[in-house]
Every structure is written in structure tokens, then in C-alpha cells.
């Protein structure tokens, strides 16, 4: 039902944009967030955005740099990544959770569907 999309090999300072495209349901009141997971560590909170309304939340890591942003009438949420660093090297998945209050959008748990992940690689 999520599939993200966007994915690859960007230098230092580049930029991406990674799609996630919902279907099968409708998402209203849904939270739809990006997280990414690298080789050994936890998976972490980069972004989410609700779907009805627009509200949008980032982590520290990543404020100032990436973007997230929907498109109800494609039923696809973006990720606009800029100023790609090497430490942004992950897989990214995108998730959807109804009803998640802001303050608990960083918690996966709280995330009831999952894509299948697109992998994003920061390299000279």
C-alpha cells in the first residue's frame, strides 16, 4: 500500500527527492512520515507531514534541509532531500499512522503501514 520510489548515488551537497506513493486505502486523518535506517544502527524520525491539513515536523537532523510534502490528488507524500551529507546514507521507508499527535511522530511504533524502503547513498 506505501511504495517508495527515488532512491540512489548522490554526491556531498547533492540532492534527491524520494516519492512514496499510498494506495488501496483512503489516508485521511493519517500521519504519513519518512524514517531511515542505516547498516547497524536504530531506525530514526527524519520527517512527517498530516495528511489532511499539511502540518509538517522535522528531526534536528535533518530541519533546514529536507522538505516534506504531499500531493493528496496523487496520493503520494515527497521527501525533498538537499545538502545531502554522507551521514544521510540510509535506507529510507515511509510510513502512515492515524491519528498520531505531533509529539509522538518520531516514534515508529506509532506507524501502522510501511513501504518497502528506497536506499539513499552520500558518496565522493
Known amino acids: 500500500q506505501l511504495q517508495a520510489s527515488g532512491g540512489g548515488l548522490v554526491q556531498p551537497g547533492g540532492s534527491l527527492r524520494l516519492s512514496c506513493a499510498a494506495s488501496?486505502?483512503?489516508?485521511?486523518?493519517?500521519?504519513m512520515g519518512w524514517f531511515r535506517q542505516a547498516p547497524g544502527k536504530e531506525r530514526e524520525f527524519v520527517a512527517a507531514?498530516?495528511?489532511?491539513?499539511?502540518?509538517?515536523t522535522y528531526s534536528n537532523a535533518v530541519k533546514g534541509r529536507f522538505t516534506i510534502s504531499k500531493d493528496t490528488a496523487k496520493n503520494t507524500v515527497y521527501l525533498q532531500m538537499n545538502s545531502l551529507k554522507l551521514e544521510d546514507t540510509a535506507g529510507y521507508y515511509c510510513?502512515?499512522?492515524?491519528?498520531?499527535?505531533?509529539?509522538?511522530?518520531?516514534?515508529?511504533?506509532?506507524?501502522?503501514?510501511w513501504g518497502q524502503g528506497t536506499q539513499v547513498t552520500v558518496s565522493s
Open positions: 488501496g486505502r483512503t489516508f485521511n486523518g493519517y500521519v
Open positions: 510510513a502512515a499512522g492515524r491519528s498520531i499527535i505531533t509529539s509522538e511522530m518520531p516514534n515508529p511504533t506509532n506507524y501502522d503501514y
Open positions: 507531514i498530516k495528511w489532511s491539513g499539511g502540518s509538517s
